[in-house]
């Protein structure tokens, strides 16, 4: 499994976070929408607005990627990477607790559950290490990410685009 998906502590920067916003305790990935509260497209500045300013700056990336976390050095938050000035992948780092989406799906639930709430239009994606399940709009990819059996993060990417990270 890639380093970002399971949390190995990778060298980043840490900035200072503001009072206002800082990452949700129990975020949500809204299919084909929303992850943690952050948009597909959304600039860099607007990004700040809704998660802070708390984050790590990934050296060695593909992509600028900024982690979220709760402490420093954390590995349980959400990444976000950046292409041409807007978000253009978000990711859960580790498995942070209370994360869910729309169908009341949890981080942690068994397999079966995710398939049986995710319907039969998610289709199984082999990653290094673990496996994605992928629901596709038009314009979005969302990635329900299951290690031995079990739902450990989320993902939002354009359509088409590889969840594995």
């Known amino acids: 499994m890639r380093r970002t998906?399971?949390?190995?502590?990778?060298?980043?920067?840490?900035?200072a976070a503001p009072a206002s916003a800082a990452l949700p305790r129990a975020g949500v990935l809204a299919p084909g929408r929303s992850l943690g509260g952050v948009r597909l497209g959304e600039k860099p500045a607007a990004v700040r607005a809704a998660l802070g300013s708390f984050y790590?700056?990934?050296r060695g990336c593909e992509r600028p990627t900024w982690y979220f976390t709760?402490?420093?050095?954390?590995?349980?938050g959400l990444a976000v990477e950046f292409t041409h000035g807007g978000v253009s992948a978000l990711y859960t780092l580790w498995r942070p607790p209370r994360w869910h989406d729309t169908y009341g799906l949890v981080l942690g639930a068994a397999e079966g559950a995710v398939r049986l709430r995710g319907g039969p239009h998610l289709r199984s994606?082999?990653?290094?290490?673990?496996t994605a399940l992928v629901a596709d709009t038009h314009t979005t990819r969302s990635a329900?990410?299951?290690?031995a059996g079990r739902l450990w993060g989320f993902g939002?990417?354009?359509a088409g685009a590889s969840p594995c990270r």
Request: proline share 3%.
């Open 5 to 15: 998906l399971v949390g190995t502590a990778l060298t980043v920067l840490v900035l």
């Open 125 to 130: 994606l082999s990653c290094a290490g673990y």
């Open 156 to 158: 939002l990417f354009p």
């Open 70 to 76: 709760y402490r420093a050095f954390d590995d349980q």
């Open 56 to 58: 790590g700056v990934c």
């Open 144 to 147: 329900y990410y299951l290690v």
